[in-house]
Each structure stands twice: as structure tokens, then as C-alpha cells.
């Protein structure tokens, strides 16, 4: 049953990209920050280039102030941080450092996830879902993909429906 099977795969590929939609939001977060210069701006860029580097932790205030709970946090990171928490703001160049390396980072993940469509499409067609049904199911690689969504948004995931077989997750377009 063909709706069965594009439900399996892309709960799959959804899955499997858990970490890039993180860092996908982030990035776009990242953007938005840097284009409009503002203390709480820049303590979102620093918070979402966080998010970028490890898409599974969890950012608290309280762990970039103390040295105990941000292990791995170069200092100057932490200092950066700790400045912007008392209403200073990031100079620009250091604005244009974390957007320039935001993007590079970015741009990895991007490869990374570019080639897990690849592979969830294949297995879709190979399974005997056409092509043109499963596409619209992969994940965006640019939040400017994005049709009428700001770029600060993560990819829609289609809502969850419930059929007589069991709970699936996603609905057939």
C-alpha cells in the first residue's frame, strides 16, 4: 500500500534529520540576528550558534555564565555571552564571524542532509512510490526554500492523522 509506505519512509527521513532541522532553524535565527544589530539580537546569535554546534544540547543563560556547566565553550564565547547579558553588544566583526562561520558549518550539514533525500528518494522509488509524490516530503536544504515562511521558521512537518490501521504521521498530499 503505497500511503503506508511513503509514511514509513518519511517518518524515516524525518527521523534521520532531527539534528539538521535543528541546525536549519538555528541558521536561520542566525540570519535574521545578524541583518538587524540589537543586544537581544546578538544573544540569539550566540544562543542559536550554540544550538549549530550541538543540536541535542540544552542552552540555558545560567550554563554560559559559569566555566563548570559550559565545558567545551571557548572562553571568549563565554565572555562574548556574558557581555551581552549585561546589555552589551557584540562588535561587528564578531557579529560577522559568527554569521560567516555559522554559514560554513551550515554548509556541511547542508551536504550532509542533501545526500539523506537523496537516499530516502531512492528508497521510495525503489519501493514503487513515484517520485513527484515523495519529493514534497524532503527536507528543505536553505530556510530561504522556504515558500512564504520566515527564515527563522523550521520545515513544516505535515500533521499527524489517524487511520483504522494505527496512528500515522504523515498525510499523503
Do not use: C, H
Request: aromatic share 6%.
Amino acid at each position: 500500500d503505497i500511503p503506508n509506505l511513503v509514511n514509513e519512509i518519511s517518518d524515516d527521513l524525518y527521523k534521520e534529520s532531527q539534528d539538521f532541522t535543528t541546525q536549519f532553524a538555528s541558521v536561520g535565527r542566525i540570519r535574521q540576528s545578524a541583518s538587524d544589530p540589537s543586544p537581544a539580537g546578538d544573544m540569539a546569535m550566540i544562543f542559536n550558534y550554540m544550538k549549530l554546534l550541538d543540536p541535542n544540547s540544552v542552552v540555558r543563560e545560567a550554563e554560559y555564565a559559569t566555566a563548570e556547566n559550559a565545558r567545551g565553550v571557548p572562553a571568549t564565547i563565554r565572555n562574548m555571552w556574558n557581555r551581552v547579558l549585561n546589555g552589551e553588544r557584540l562588535e561587528e566583526g564578531q557579529r560577522a564571524d559568527f554569521l560567516n562561520r555559522s554559514e560554513r558549518l551550515f554548509s556541511q550539514g547542508r551536504a550532509d542532509q542533501n545526500r539523506r533525500n537523496e537516499r530516502f528518494l531512492a528508497r521510495a522509488v525503489s519501493a514503487g512510490v513515484p517520485a513527484e509524490m515523495f519529493q514534497p516530503l524532503l527536507i528543505p536544504l536553505d530556510p530561504a526554500q522556504i515558500g512564504n515562511q520566515s527564515p527563522t521558521q523550521a520545515p513544516a512537518v505535515p500533521p499527524k492523522v489517524v487511520t483504522p490501521t494505527g496512528p500515522a504521521t504523515r498525510v499523503i498530499p
